[in-house]
Antibody, heavy 119, light 107 residues
C-alpha cells in the first residue's frame, strides 16, 4: 500500500529557513513523481512543483520558482520542500502527493504539514 | 499556464439529488483532467482521472465526462458524505494547475 508520511507541524519566524519532508513507502520511489501542493488557510489547492526522484528532474510552478527548493534523497525514499527565508505569507498546509511517471494526477497524498510563520 | 475555472463556486444540493460540477480549461488539455474531493480538515482524495475513469475506491455515483476544454463531474445521487470541496486539475503539460474548487453543501 502506498504511504506518504510527512514531517510534523512547524512554527517559524519570518526570515528563518525550513525544510519539511515526505517519506514514501509501498511503491517504487524512483519510478514515480513526487509533488508539493500548498493550501493556504481557507483557500484552494496550488501546485508548487514536482520532482522525479530517479534523476531529480524538477519542474516548478512559475508562482513558486525561486521561492522554494524541491529535492529528494533516494537512499531513504524521502522528498523535501525547503525555504531559505520564510515569509508570513508562507503560512499554509503543505501536502506531498505522488503521481505515475506518465500521467501526473495524484493518486496518493501525505497527511499534510502545517507551517505557521509569525513574528 | 493553463487556467482552470470551476463553476459554480458553491452548490447546495439535497441528499438523493443529482449534482453537476463544471471545470473549464483556458486551452485544450485533451483528456488529461482529474477530479479530487476534499472534506474539511482532510487530505484531498482522487476521484476521477483521464476525465472519466473512476479511481480505485471511488463510488459508482461519481462520473466524469468531457474533453478539450469543458469537463463535468456528476454525482448521481448525493450522499451526506459527499459534502466538501471538489477540485479539478489538468496534467496535460507543465505547469500543472488546479481549479479554484466547488464547495458542495448539503441542503
Amino acid at each position: 500500500e502506498v504511504h506518504l508520511v510527512q514531517s510534523g507541524a512547524e512554527v517559524k519566524k519570518p526570515g528563518e529557513s525550513l525544510n519539511i519532508s515526505c517519506k514514501a513507502s509501498g511503491f517504487t520511489f524512483t519510478d514515480s513523481w513526487i509533488a508539493w501542493v500548498r493550501q493556504m488557510p481557507g483557500k484552494g489547492l496550488e501546485w508548487m512543483g514536482i520532482i522525479y526522484p530517479s534523476d531529480s528532474n524538477t519542474k516548478y510552478s512559475p508562482s513558486f520558482e525561486g521561492q522554494v527548493t524541491i529535492s529528494v534523497d533516494k537512499s531513504i525514499s524521502t522528498a523535501y520542500l525547503q525555504w531559505s527565508s520564510l515569509k508570513a505569507s508562507d503560512t499554509a498546509m503543505y501536502y506531498c502527493a505522488t503521481a505515475f511517471i506518465s500521467r501526473c494526477y495524484f493518486h496518493s497524498w501525505g497527511q499534510g504539514t502545517p507551517v505557521t510563520v509569525s513574528s | 499556464e493553463i487556467v482552470m475555472t470551476q463553476s459554480p463556486v458553491t452548490l447546495s444540493v439535497s441528499p438523493g439529488e443529482r449534482a453537476t460540477l463544471s471545470c473549464r480549461a483556458s486551452q485544450s488539455v485533451s483528456g488529461n483532467l482529474a477530479w479530487y474531493h476534499q472534506k474539511p480538515g482532510q487530505t484531498p482524495r482522487l476521484l476521477i482521472y483521464g476525465a472519466s475513469t473512476r479511481a480505485t475506491g471511488a463510488p459508482a455515483r461519481f462520473s466524469g465526462s468531457g474533453s478539450g476544454t469543458e469537463f463535468t463531474l456528476t454525482i448521481s445521487s448525493l450522499q451526506s458524505e459527499d459534502f466538501g470541496v471538489y477540485y479539478c486539475q489538468h496534467y496535460d503539460y507543465w505547469p500543472l494547475t488546479f481549479g479554484g474548487g466547488t464547495k458542495v453543501e448539503i441542503k
